[in-house]
């Protein structure tokens, strides 16, 4: 497959896709294209991005421009393909398909394509022999596929959680910090390149979705199951609630996580407060944070850089290297025609600790009402705070509870929510579990 | 060379050494044979150890016993050989020689071994096309080989540093939490279990040297080169060094480093201090964890467990899965026959903040002329905490230093030591860089 005339092998290697990450992968492999311990040479032969005329950071004027993706996958002149594109659909799928389908090697940083389409596609490549690599889909240049994949194998993984968006735990911290409200905030990471145009993929939750849904087939042996997934972004967290989360001890967070439970696997992803010290609130800007654990190996928790040209543009070189060794192995935790998706269990029936705040009227009585309300559902309250009126008479108040059945919480909020004293829908948090 | 009769392929495992890892080596493949997603079985065929009459955890009936390791590294009944005996020499290393001379994978939790003959067996397995790896040699159960050698490679790693020694941790966190000295400690940590009846690998630092010479290898592409670790053990950390640290905000930690500096790299441990909510000082008992800083990805941070059955068989099993997708790589960076060892450059040269404990006469001028003598080196203070008297005229004194050559820093010690006032060699510790 790959030239071997020169003593030495030559891997050559089509990409698609030249944004940050392409751009990052063309100069890396320009500046050290012997990188692999496994003794292989990797050049670009072959390149394909939406716009042509686009400067670039390395000389391409070697390297064969295509204008389709799919006729750069198929091209007999590269060994390894490598799709930058992104997309769960459309040119991303189909030239990924014509690569496997010709038995070529798949490199890929496209969470939404493996979550999407993640069996289908190990399905393609496992029957045609061609190794489908996707470390850099996950936390950037900090690895966790291959962690889940090959260093926990035959592992009883329990839960896989933490911060997978770097982009929210930017926003985040920086409303945290600066006091800043979530829409100036949002277009200053906008206007600095760290949150796309379009931020809906981020702020809504489905990055971390996505990411979180790659780790769960890892983890536990099924296939990729995003439909099941549970989704809330950081979109509809207020300065207040960081602010008063804050006053109790606590930064928001959010948090992507995976929990096997009885039968099956609850998949979610919802903002979060972790205690001040817990790792997940002391993993600050771009940062990406996992907590693996498993019933042999205890836990582990890795952190690191999540996005970004240098470190995701590493992972996928790793993967490249790991193409070179020639390495027989399934695509997920077992072959592809075995796969099936965890049965997804509900979230109601789950025990979590929450945050409620309520902005309620100056008058006698409320935090009576409203305590009794959920002492006579059965809410143990663990933290209070009342706040000064913020004047025309609305006082906010927080409180948190012990760890309680979701449903039973959600009924008591919709209870007080129905006093009369309540000026505002209340809000509701969870606590991540720590 | 395995048996596929039976269509699923199943690889023959002989196990030499049967303490720990050993023990829930086989309680793993007994429980789980099949945990390879590469599709092969494993089977333990032949077992080996100290003791034939001592009970097992599993039924060993169905397996061979060796009176000797090199006997059974050598056995055709056999297709991969774990190494589970220990010790840098002796049977350890024979029976690894054996094994691999005959082309047979080998895995090994040997890090004494890896650290210091690691070149010339990746030679003799590089010429013989059979696998070395050595996963559980670090870390136990908490990936760190794989991702220095698998995710990071092509990475400009700068540094590896962190806490490599989960019984030293133990004892220091101990020591903190509960005010115990060192030797009452110690002798609990053994009747525990947690420390050897001999300690001195451990607490001397030697074990947490091994690791870092094979993590050093492995970030910095070059041979394991043991002989020139600089290494310092906890042995010599005092109950008045941990809690006076305390007062001044740092927890005590051996820190294992290789840091690239210049043309070399220095390979490190000692006893430093960490600022609370650093993320070593917030590691605790027998946890390990490990900063990775890269030229490209930035820093990761892992952590996790470093001993204990459970975790470190977990590591061995990973690698035998890693035998079964029949990767070709080298065991190290590069090629074994262009290994060489980084050259090791002094510790003299380094900068470094320091913490310094002094025990000084409660008489006027003393701390006039600690700080002069330091003033007149060129060390400035960065922190100061006079105690109160402890009886007997004797004064308690710590002090922390801004970063300043230790060349400087040892001068400096050397001549407040020949102060009249002085009542104890005064102690040095290194504090961690954050």
Known sequence: MADQSSGQKVWR????????????????????PDF???GGRAVVTGICARSRSRARTVDTAAMTWFDDPVALAKSPDNDIFVELIGGSDGPAKAAVEAALALGKPVVTANKALIATHGAELAKLA????????????????????????ESLVGEDVVSVSGILNGTCNYILTEMETKGSSFADVLAEAQRLGYAEADPSTDVGGFDA?????ILAALAFGGAPNFAAAEIEGVDQVELEDIKLAHDLGYRIRLVASA?????GVAVRVHPALAPF???????????????????RIGRIFIQGPGAGAGPTAAAVAADIADVMTLAKRPVFQSPASTLVPEPAISAADRISRVFIRLKVKDQPGVIAAVSETLAEAGVSIDGFLQKPSQGEGA?????TTHATAESVVLEAVERIARLPAMLERPKLLRIARV
Do not use: D, Q, W, Y
């Open 36 to 38: 692999a311990p496994a």
């Open 13 to 32: 290697v089509g990409v698609a896709g030249l944004g940050t990450v392409g751009g990052g992968l063309l100069s890396f492999l320009a500046e050290c």
């Open 126 to 149: 496992e029957a045609n022999g061609a190794p489908l690599l996707f470390e850099a889909a996950v936390m950037g240049g900090t690895p966790a596929v291959k962690i889940l994949r």
């Open 209 to 213: 979705a996505h990411k979180i849904t």
């Open 277 to 295: 010290g817990h790792p997940l609130a002391e993993t600050r800007g771009a940062l990406n944070a996992l907590f693996i654990e498993g019933r």
């Open 259 to 263: 929990v096997r439970e009885g039968s």
């Open 395 to 399: 006082v906010p108040i927080v409180l």
